[in-house]
T-cell receptor, first 114, second 113 residues
Framework: AQSVTQLDSQVPVFEEAPVELRCNYS??????LFWYVQYPNQGLQLLLK??????LVKGINGFEAEFNKSQTSFHLRKPSVHISDTAEYFC????????????FGTGTRLQVFP | DAGVIQSPRHEVTEMGQEVTLRCKPI?????LFWYRQTMMRGLELLIY????????DSGMPEDRFSAKMPNASFSTLKIQPSEPRDSAVYFC???????????FGPGTRLTVL
């Protein structure tokens, strides 16, 4: 079985500053990894995904994440955040080759201040 | 592309009443998922369908919950009778095939008084 840990429930940051949202996973099998964003009163939207290949994955809105197998991490980064990035961010894992069951982390609320 | 459509967006009901949530997946997607999101438990998978057939309902909390998918373009999640602890946001998601991501609808916010 897989599990996901997002250690930071909230991350406050000023506009134009860099940000890193942490995600660690646990699994006995190879995995796919995802980051979703949820804006207020909306559904989840895929930011980026790692299926295979390059461990550095680039997504929408200037976000990127790096898969680190030895540290079982998939941290999300953005070099310069904008007010509009304020949202809830969810890391998710699924068994490789089968995204039937996505296991989500508890989410990190990114709050960007002017 | 209209995306996943859910209705209603908000539902307020009284304990003991029947609640029906509706979902229209993206056309051509073979998989449909129902999730529940609460502050305490986060995002939980309740049940999912492949080609209208329920594959795994192990996340359905109890017999008061039931889900159907009568055709490829429509699914319902029913709670009967509803209880205050069922208050949550319920999301529907669809996916074209096994190796693709899930696309989420906007959710239905259910409040049971």
């Amino acid at each position: 079985a897989q599990s996901v840990t997002q250690l930071d429930s909230q991350v406050p940051v000023f506009e134009e500053a860099p940000v890193e949202l942490r995600c660690n996973y646990s699994s006995s099998v190879s995995v796919y990894l995802f980051w979703y964003v949820q804006y207020p009163n909306q559904g989840l939207q895929l930011l980026l995904k790692y299926l295979s290949g390059s461990t550095l994955v680039k997504g929408i809105n200037g976000f990127e994440a790096e898969f680190n197998k030895s540290q079982t991490s998939f941290h999300l980064r953005k070099p310069s955040v904008h007010i509009s990035d304020t949202a809830e961010y969810f890391c998710a894992v699924s068994e490789r080759g089968n995204t039937d069951k996505l296991i989500f982390g508890t989410g990190t609320r990114l709050q960007v201040f002017p | 592309d209209a995306g996943v459509i859910q209705s209603p967006r908000h539902e307020v009901t009284e304990m003991g009443q029947e609640v029906t949530l509706r979902c229209k997946p993206i056309s051509g997607h073979d998989y449909l998922f129902w999730y529940r999101q609460t502050m305490m438990r986060g995002l939980e998978l309740l049940i999912y369908f492949n080609n209208n057939v329920p594959i795994d309902d192990s996340g359905m909390p109890e017999d008061r919950f039931s889900a159907k998918m009568p055709n490829a373009s429509f699914s319902t999640l029913k709670i009967q009778p509803s209880e205050p602890r069922d208050s949550a946001v319920y999301f529907c998601a669809s996916r074209p095939d096994r190796n693709n991501e899930q696309f989420f609808g906007p959710g239905t916010r259910l409040t049971v008084l």
